[in-house]
């Protein structure tokens, strides 16, 4: 939940966008889920209670179909303006507490922090891990199904 977190969040997702009601234009489009919003707020309220807080949110480097499509550069388009609405409200937070305090040099990345995770590949192979050596790595390459492992406090 949310508005529960105390000191991180941490969400993997396919696509990352919603709160479309914060978008600079487009805002019309019904992209409504509160996550990216509900988020945004919950960084604006620990900025104000001055607790440590962040949010990491994981997102692939490419996603599934073909990235020439208008269907794929619009999901692009609505995730950068997700975004990008996130990090105005956040550093609008991060600018009116350094104007009214001794606090200085906060950076919304303090805050929020996007990852895009992924594997370029090549004829050759995957250029991360090499060629496939054992029968476990030649079973994760032809399946193309990699764990991710975080670990948090």
Known sequence: HIRRAKHFIYIESQYFMGSSFMWSKDNGVKCGNMIAAEIAYKIC???AAREPFVVY???PMWMEGIPQTN???GLLYYQRVTIESMYKIVDKALTALMANSSVHGLKISDYLNFYCLGTRESLEGSQATGNPLTE???LLYQTRRHQIYVHSK
């Open 57 to 59: 949110i994981m997102l």
């Open 45 to 47: 309220e620990k900025i």
């Open 71 to 73: 269907t794929i550069q």
């Open 136 to 138: 476990d790595e030649i």
